[in-house]
């Protein structure tokens, strides 16, 4: 029975693979029959079963036009350009084909990377991982996600296991250069959103070095809403006879029919006031604003959900983290009403639903960026408003658009019917510094934008009024704009450097033109002469001609001369027509590697220190620096290399300074602790007389009794007073020189005696006071008697 199963399942298997690749095989020739006329459902297209199945359950069932146009020339294997206004549904135009081109070839997790699609913003990639996930839910491929912000050692271990790789430009680059285990020496497919921008000059290095690492056969796709035509753009993806789809080339604009755009004039510094009564007046709105730097659109986030015009506001910008990016985009997203403060990285691609406003804050880079932003709006057959806020100076951008097949119309504005919050700016900056700080980054992000714009007819910096544009942020004082002032200092040292070339130039002229004219009177005044003296002859008439020639000469110096003394020459005008080279420091600033060489050609030691003596002579700091002569030659040496033999000569001759200087460390030392011995010893000694000083003083004064071991007679009671007298004399003047560490000589008696009485212990010291004590009694009583 066992048997019979396997076989069973083997017949079974082979059937399922034969009837897969018939199934194959019918798909390819009907690539050929496919007609875009009449293709008006997407069953119409020999797709496979799994690829409808998914279109189905996400209800997408009729095709735009850019995916009835397109898709049939990407099933066949072409390279495709595909060029569409905004919300026409490219994504899918390349998706299904990248699913049928991998279904083909029956692509599975082992075979790796078949197909990479690589967008600009991180968002964008995010939507089209979410798009893909809908339609090619009954395939059987591995997507992998893979953009800037996420943790890259996850990406490192799965980067193999992906089919699909949808990701940015950089992080791509990344893993190609550093993982090993992304290989796309198989891949299939390369498709390029938003292609026009991702071959600008921002990723024209990355996207070189991204096309080095894919293999040239491949097919390629480029899909955006502005295609570029660049010859040198396409020739590094290396296209194989691409074919170009513009659906809209031929449509009488270039932007959706729903989309109703208008444009005001304002100051620059009535622009914030614009922006707040515009929020406040359309509070039940979705509304996209558009700036052009993150630092603006913090400031402005952060001022305005301070002041709470009454609606929820949000801030994408690339310096977020990108967790933190893709929270605000979905959280915009599922809003019915809110406002989103945004730069140009919401602009492309991105598919924000039911929003109603798009204003263009700041004026756009050029007329195609206007229309990816205006795009965001009016998608899919829907209506939405766009609105252009452009200084009296960027009227130019009008003329620019109109070229573009754009219809836009002017909007007349009450500037007085603004609500002005210009105090509440200023007692919010008052209040917090960081605010304040935030207001100075975003004055600096935006005249600095408007300095960058290529479009030098539209944007110009010399226009702006700056002091108004501070105090309208809510600035007291206008910011430093450095790289303004820097840039004018070098116009002025441009400007000068001309002028004193010029001047040159015009002093050299002179001075020739003089010498000229003081060598032609010479010489008239020379043929004056000798004709004056010499007969006319006609061999001399050449002195006629000459003098006639001279004539002349004079002529056109006096003409010369006239010229320069009537007409001065004007320093503002030429000067730009002069080519003139600029100076070396101008021109080329000193780099650090240039003073490395200076320093080495002087044969300066870089970070040495020198100490001088009293006698002006240089402290050598044996413990950093050679010593010895031999060393010092070698330092000087600039051989290739290292000599073994003179780096072991020199560490020899180093060591034995290095031997000297042990021995006089350690007789040092051995210097230092005898003479810490004899400290010790000596305030040892002067601590014990202390001492004894000390019990002398402590016990009661019985100097004026005689010593009890001498036996005293009535004979010499006389002396023992005097002597008990003289002692007390004798310990007042101890006392008296005790500072001075002057002390009387003890007796060797008395010496006995103490060393006796520290040896007691306390009761015999106090057996010893009593006995003495009735002694002295008694002797008292004797003389007492003796006197009587």
């Avoid at 293709?39 to 297209?45: M, P, Q, R, Y």
């Avoid at 020739?512 to 043929?527: C, K």
């Avoid at 101890?734 to 005696?753: A, D, L, W, Y």
Wanted: aromatic letters at 6%; a neutral charge; charged letters at 35%.
């Amino acid at each position: 029975m066992s048997g019979k199963r396997r076989s069973n399942h083997k017949v079974k298997l082979y059937r399922q693979k034969k009837k897969e690749n018939t199934r194959i095989e019918d798909l390819q020739t009907a690539y050929e029959n496919i007609d875009s006329n009449q293709i008006e459902k997407f069953e119409d297209f020999p797709l496979s079963k799994e690829t409808f199945s998914g279109l189905k359950k996400h209800n997408y069932v009729v095709p735009t036009e850019i995916q009835k146009e397109s898709i049939g020339f990407c099933l066949r294997g072409r390279d495709v350009l595909g060029a569409a206004k905004t919300g026409s549904g490219k994504t899918l135009a390349f998706l299904i084909p990248l699913l049928e081109v991998l279904y083909r070839n029956k692509w599975t997790r082992l075979d790796g990377v078949g197909a990479i699609i690589i967008s600009p913003v991180r968002e964008l990639a995010m939507q089209t991982f979410n798009v893909l996930n809908k339609i090619g839910e009954f395939h059987d491929f591995s997507v992998g996600l893979v953009t800037g912000g996420k943790d890259l050692k996850f990406e490192k271990k799965r980067m193999n296991q992906c089919n699909i790789i949808i990701c940015t430009p950089n992080r791509l680059l990344h893993h190609l250069d550093e993982n090993p285990l992304c290989d796309c020496s198989n891949l299939q497919i390369l498709i390029i959103d938003e292609a026009d921008r991702c071959l600008e000059t921002c990723f024209e290095e990355t996207m070189n070095r991204i096309i080095q690492h894919l293999p040239s056969e491949r097919q390629t796709l480029l899909f955006s809403a502005t295609q570029t035509k660049s010859v040198t753009a396409l020739a590094r993806l290396s296209l194989k006879d691409p074919q170009y789809v513009s659906v809209h080339e031929n449509s009488e604009y270039s932007t959706p029919t729903g989309l109703v755009q208008s444009y005001i004039q304002c100051e620059l510094s009535d622009k914030i006031n614009f922006i707040w009564s515009f929020i406040k007046n359309h509070r039940s709105n979705k509304i996209l604003i558009f700036l052009s730097s993150c630092k603006q659109v913090k400031y402005i986030y952060e001022a305005f959900c301070r002041l709470k015009p009454g609606t929820s506001l949000l801030a994408l910008y690339g310096t977020l983290h990108q967790l933190k990016r893709m929270t605000i985009y979905e959280s915009f997203c599922r809003k019915q009403r809110a406002v989103l403060f945004a730069t140009d990285i919401a602009a492309r691609g991105l598919d924000f639903p039911g929003i109603d406003w798009v204003v263009q804050l700041d004026c756009p880079e050029n007329a195609n960026e206007y229309i990816h932003r205006a795009g965001r709006t009016a998608r899919y057959q829907k209506a939405g408003e766009s609105l252009l806020v452009l200084l009296p100076n960027e009227m130019k951008m009008v003329e620019h658009l109109e070229k573009k097949k754009i219809p836009i119309q002017e909007i007349r504005v009450n500037m007085s019917k603004l609500q002005n919050i210009q105090r509440s700016l200023e007692s919010q900056l008052a209040r917090d510094v960081n605010l304040k700080e935030s207001a100075q980054r975003a004055f600096v992000a935006y005249i600095k934008s408007v300095f960058l714009m290529k479009d030098k007819e539209v944007f110009d910096v010399s226009k702006l009024d700056t002091d108004a544009f501070s105090r309208s942020l809510g600035l007291a004082v206008p910011p430093r704009i450095r790289f303004l002032q820097k840039r004018q200092k070098i116009l002025a040292a441009k400007l000068g450097k001309m002028k004193s070339e010029q001047d040159r130039l015009v002093s050299k002229i002179e001075e020739t033109s003089e010498a000229e004219n003081e060598s032609d009177e010479r010489d008239s005044e020379n043929i004056s002469e000798d004709v004056k003296t010499e007969k006319i002859d006609p061999r001399k008439t050449t002195y006629n001609f000459y003098s006639n020639d001279a004539e002349d000469e004079d002529n056109e110096d006096d003409f010369l001369f006239v010229k320069r003394k009537d007409h001065e020459l004007d320093t503002t005008e030429p000067i730009a027509n002069l080519d003139l080279e600029l100076p070396k420091k101008l021109k080329k600033p000193t780099t650090r590697a240039a003073v490395v060489k200076k320093m080495l050609k002087k044969k300066i030691l870089p970070n040495k220190r020198t100490t001088f003596d009293d006698e002006g002579e240089a402290v050598i700091n044996k413990g950093k620096e050679y010593v010895s002569d031999f060393a010092r030659t070698y330092e000087k040496t600039n051989e290739a290399g290292i000599d073994i033999e003179a780096a072991r000569r020199v560490l020899q001759e180093e060591d034995k300074y290095d031997k000297e200087i042990f021995r006089q460390k350690v007789k040092q030392k051995h210097r230092e602790e005898k003479q810490k011995r004899k400290r010790e010893s000596q305030k040892k000694k002067e601590s014990d007389l202390s001492e004894d000083s000390d019990d002398d003083e402590d016990g009661p004064d019985l100097s004026w009794l005689p010593d009890p071991d001498i036996r005293s007679d009535e004979s010499n009671g006389e002396s023992a007073v005097e002597e008990s007298e003289k002692s007390d004399f004798e310990d007042s003047n101890s006392q008296s020189n005790k500072p001075s560490q002057k002390r009387k000589p003890v007796t060797k008696e008395f010496q006995s005696n103490k060393r006796k009485k520290t040896t007691l212990s306390i009761d015999e010291e106090n057996y010893d006071d009593i006995e003495s004590l009735s002694r002295d009694e008694e002797l008292a009583l004797q003389i007492m008697n003796s006197n009587r």
